[in-house]
């Protein structure tokens, strides 16, 4: 059998198979344009769906904040911590001791009377005779 | 906390244009996409079907071609020389990598029988012209697309080279080895 029979076969088969697929077994389908015009707002309520959610599941899951103790009507405020060192009264040396850290002094000063505590009132600090 | 929300293309370009001025008219010569869409989609998809043979897949193929064309020229196809040559060229591209992606899962399955042909097919195409589309099947992806073309589309070497991105010697040497091929195949000395 030639080339040019060979050619019409392969024709002849490619044409009855094509024609095998119709318009009406065809899947409609909407054109490119339409169909892109038509879905343009799905990922824009699609985040802003996301967005909500997010939102709602933060709202709901935020843990408690602490719960601060009442006060009292009438009691006067917590007296200001002080941030003077206080001067141990069996200080020995001229060269200054460690500094107190801002708690202890706030506690010291809290509890000390005002008096004793100023060093004003406690003098200069002289060296200890042996 | 920030949400970074999409914006739609569609609304990004409106917004271009409304910026941008008045907007310029798409020329008149130029094929509006949902014309070639209503023009062009069933011979694309027995085209498609030639290559795969399997007519869903076809048509999966051919929206896709005509979605990406939509993408990336939207309605102004001035900028496309001759459409149907570039929705050839992507249909016949596409279905290449299909042929790829099956014969690379088929590397991966246990092997299987032929599927048996449906009976409506047999009675539609005929014994004879089935037993050529089987051996159409066994062709290269590559001699089949060339066949294709040059067989049921009717386009010559040239066009068939431009349409593949090849040249025409390799267009004339692909079909005589597919010939040499199906002959063989076929049993025809």
């Keep these: 059998m030639s080339d040019t029979d060979l050619e019409q076969r392969v024709r002849r088969a490619l044409a009855a198979r094509a024609a095998a697929v119709t318009g009406q077994g065809v899947r409609p389908a909407a054109d490119p344009a339409r169909a892109e015009t038509r879905r343009w707002w799905l990922p824009l309520s699609a985040g802003l769906a996301a967005a909500a959610v997010s939102i709602l599941v933060f709202a709901l899951l935020r843990p408690p904040a602490p719960v601060a103790p009442p006060v009292m009507p009438g009691s006067s405020p917590a007296p200001a911590a002080s941030s003077r060192p206080t001067p141990t009264p069996t200080a020995t040396s001229s060269q200054a001791g460690p500094i107190p850290s801002t708690s202890a002094s706030a506690s010291a000063s809290a509890s000390a009377k005002p008096e004793t505590a100023s060093p004003a009132s406690t003098g200069p600090v002289t060296r200890a005779t042996p | ?189």
């Design chain 2, 1 to 189: 906390m920030t949400f970074a929300l999409p914006m739609p293309t569609s609304l990004l370009r409106w917004m271009r244009g409304a910026m941008s001025g008045p907007a310029v008219a798409a020329p008149a010569d130029a094929p509006a996409i949902s014309a070639l869409y209503r023009e062009r989609r069933l011979p694309l998809i027995r085209m498609a079907v030639l290559m795969v043979d399997d007519q869903p897949t076809a048509e999966d193929i051919v929206q896709d071609v005509f979605t990406r064309l939509y993408r990336r020229h939207r309605d102004d196809l001035s900028a496309v020389a001759d459409p149907y040559a570039y929705l050839i060229s992507g249909v016949m591209n596409a279905a290449r990598s299909v042929l790829r992606r099956r014969r690379i899962a088929r590397a991966y399955l246990p092997p299987r029988r032929d599927p048996v042909p449906a009976a409506e097919d047999q009675a539609l195409l005929g014994a004879d012209n089935l037993e050529v589309i089987r051996a159409l099947g066994r062709l290269t992806a590559r001699q089949r697309q060339i066949i294709v073309l040059r067989y049921w589309s009717d386009l010559s070497e040239r066009e068939i080279a431009t349409a593949l991105r090849i040249s025409a010697g390799t267009v004339k040497s692909t079909a005589h080895h597919a010939l040499r091929v199906l002959r063989a195949q076929l049993g025809e000395k």
